[in-house]
Structure formats: structure tokens, C-alpha cells
């Protein structure tokens, strides 16, 4: 069975400063899709990333950026220019490729505490 | 504006009590799903709907039961045979159509039992 791991269950970070959270997973497949949600203290969760396994090169939005490095199944989010609204819990995710759309595996979650 | 609504956001329930949680999208999205998060824990899917009048158990769908009677609706009832129903739940959509994976969410609904 699929796993997805975080092991920092939270991080800090200075304003305008850089943060990487790590999520490491684990799948026989070759095909998948992994994300980066958000969850701010308003409870509503958000996509912030998205990676395609068969795409080599790393997704980029804006200030958040990942590492995929598919050998060593980890992914991990980079946000660069930390700002007080990127507070959250962080949720890593994996969903197999033509598998349930719903059916996301999460991680425990990373709580980013971001400070003025 | 397009969206998720749930309500309501905070419920108080006695032991031995069904209540139902409320789950309405305007997304014109196929696929609904139900998530409960407890602290310190990832989501776990309770049930999910693809289309209406069908739906799937998820990984934790003992005590739980659902219903698709509307492509906009997907309640949850929580049922007096869950054995631990204080949590935080989570509704989802998807567009069903490709599996991109990316769900909208509801702002959560907190369910307390006294």
C-alpha cells in the first residue's frame, strides 16, 4: 500500500526567509501524481502544487517550488520569500495515476509557523 | 462565486445520537467526497460519490453513511454506531473527469460529542 511521510511535524521560518518540508512516500507505481495542500487557520484547504511523476521537471508557482526526485520517492516544497499568510498546516499527498480521484493519500501534516 | 459550502461548522452531539453533516457545491463537479481529520493526522476518506445515486465506502466508513440524490449535494450522517465521532470533517470535489487529483474543499465542519 501507498504511504506519505512528514516528518517534521512543524517548522518555522523568519519572514522573507527561505523554507523547505520534506515528504517522502512510498509506491510500486510508476505513473502518479503528487501535492502540496494548504491549510491556513481558516480551515479551508487549498492546492498549492502539483508534480506529475512522469514529468522530469519540477513544478514552480510562484514562490513555491518542488524537488521531485523520483528515485528516492521524495518531494519536497521550497517557499521562498516567506510571508505571514503562508501559516499553515502543510499536507503532502499522493494520488495514483487512473486511480480514484478522491482517494489521496496524506501525510500527517506539517504545522509552518512564519515569524515578523 | 463558485464553491463548497458545509454546514454547520460547529455541532454538538449527545452520545447515541445521529447527526448529519450538510455539503452543498456549485462547482458543477462530478465527484464529492467526505474526509475526516483528527490532530496530528493526515485526511481519511470516508465515503466518496462519482456520480449521483452511487457511492463508495472510503477507508474508515464504519458508523458513517451517505447519500447522492443531487449532483450538488452530498450529506454526511454520522451515526450513534461510530465509536469515536468527535472530529473534524472535510467535504471535496472534483471534476471527476481527469484524474488531475485536485480537490476543492469546504471550509470543515468540528463535531463534538458531550
Known amino acids: 500500500a501507498q504511504t506519505v511521510t512528514q516528518s517534521q511535524p512543524e517548522m518555522s521560518v523568519q519572514e522573507a526567509e527561505t523554507v523547505t518540508l520534506s515528504c517522502t512516500y512510498d509506491?510500486?507505481?510508476?505513473?502518479?501524481?503528487l501535492f502540496w495542500y494548504k491549510q491556513p487557520p481558516s480551515r479551508q484547504m487549498i492546492l498549492v502544487i502539483r508534480?506529475?511523476?512522469?514529468?522530469?521537471q519540477n513544478a514552480t508557482e510562484n514562490r513555491f517550488s518542488v524537488n521531485f526526485q523520483k528515485a528516492a520517492k521524495s518531494f519536497s516544497l521550497k517557499i521562498s520569500d516567506s510571508q505571514l499568510g503562508d501559516a499553515a498546516m502543510y499536507f503532502c499527498a499522493y494520488n495514483e495515476y487512473g486511480g480514484s480521484q478522491g482517494n489521496l493519500i496524506f501525510g500527517k501534516g506539517t504545522k509552518l509557523s512564519v515569524k515578523p | 462565486d463558485g464553491g463548497i459550502t458545509q454546514s454547520p461548522k460547529y455541532l454538538f452531539r449527545k452520545e447515541g445520537q445521529n447527526v448529519t453533516l450538510s455539503c452543498e457545491q456549485n462547482?458543477?463537479?462530478?465527484?464529492m467526497y467526505w474526509y475526516r481529520q483528527d490532530p496530528g493526522q493526515g485526511l481519511r476518506l470516508i465515503y466518496y460519490?462519482?456520480?449521483?445515486?452511487?457511492?463508495q465506502k472510503g477507508d474508515i466508513a464504519e458508523g458513517y453513511s451517505v447519500s447522492r440524490e443531487k449532483k450538488e449535494s452530498f450529506p454526511l450522517t454520522v451515526t450513534s454506531a461510530q465509536k469515536n465521532p468527535t472530529a473534524f470533517y472535510l467535504c471535496?470535489?472534483?471534476?471527476?473527469?481527469?484524474?488531475?487529483?485536485?480537490?476543492?474543499f469546504g471550509e470543515g465542519s468540528r463535531l463534538t460529542v458531550l
Open positions: 508534480q506529475e511523476a512522469y514529468k522530469q
Open positions: 509506491t510500486s507505481e510508476s505513473d502518479y501524481y
Open positions: 471535496a470535489s472534483s471534476t471527476g473527469t481527469a484524474n488531475t487529483g485536485e480537490l476543492f
Open positions: 460519490s462519482q456520480i449521483v445515486n452511487d457511492f
Open positions: 462547482l458543477n463537479h462530478d465527484a
